[in-house]
């Protein structure tokens, strides 16, 4: 696979206007076409999503499995969210119980994370262990961005070194896209919950 056949879709799990995490994952998205791809960003404000229930169809459940498609039908997925009580944010959450493994299984998978204070590590943490239960393929590289409010003016990084990180991100995600998989993982083969979607 070429560059110029790689298909990134970057899921933003911040619904604020404003949000840091959107800026942060446009910038990824540049970069990544910069590097000779197609991109994508799947904003969850524009997506009906009720809160995942079981017992209820993906194709009864709004924008549900218009989402499930979009992220199936690219080659590298980053997911960006802030950082809310020491996870990542609900409406990802909801967006990622509506997928399984036909949309993450082998795929590479980036993450990014912002917090309003210190580093949001387990955000990153928990987007991983989700990733590896749904048996993808995790970029090594991460992009962690700490006291968001003051980390753009006017959409732009005010620290480079930021910026080389999420800018990293992007072309890593164009990079390892045909990168081949780890044998599955013990999370992935407990997963029951991410069968038949």
């Known amino acids: 696979m070429s560059d110029s056949d790689v298909h990134v879709a970057a899921i933003c799990g911040s619904l604020r206007d404003g949000s840091h995490t959107r800026t942060a994952l446009k910038h990824a998205l540049s970069a990544a076409e910069r590097t000779g791809a197609t991109t994508e960003l799947l904003d969850l404000?524009?997506?009906?999503?009720?809160?995942?229930?079981?017992d209820r169809d993906r194709t009864n459940a709004g924008d549900a499995e218009l989402l499930a498609t979009r992220?199936?039908?690219a080659d590298t997925i980053i997911l960006g969210s802030p950082m809310y009580h020491g996870s990542?944010?609900?409406?990802?959450?909801?967006?990622?119980?509506?997928c399984g493994f036909d949309e993450f299984e082998e795929k590479t998978v980036?993450?990014?994370?912002?917090?309003?204070?210190?580093?949001?590590?387990?955000?990153?943490?928990?987007?991983?262990?989700?990733a590896r239960a749904l048996n993808a393929w995790v970029i090594p590289h991460e992009a962690a961005i700490p006291s968001a409010s003051t980390a753009f003016e006017d959409g732009e990084f005010v620290d480079s070194s930021l910026e080389t990180r999420v800018t990293t991100l992007g072309r890593r995600a164009v990079q390892y896209a045909a990168i081949e998989p780890d044998p599955a993982s013990f999370e992935?083969?407990?997963?029951?919950?991410?069968?038949?979607?």
């Open 45 to 54: 404000r524009e997506y009906e999503l009720p809160i995942f229930d079981a």
């Open 71 to 73: 992220v199936r039908e």
């Open 88 to 98: 990542y944010a609900s409406p990802l959450k909801t967006a990622l119980d509506y």
């Open 110 to 130: 980036g993450l990014l994370a912002v917090s309003g204070g210190s580093f949001p590590v387990t955000a990153l943490e928990h987007m991983r262990s989700v």
């Open 188 to 197: 992935s083969n407990q997963n029951v919950g991410a069968e038949g979607k």
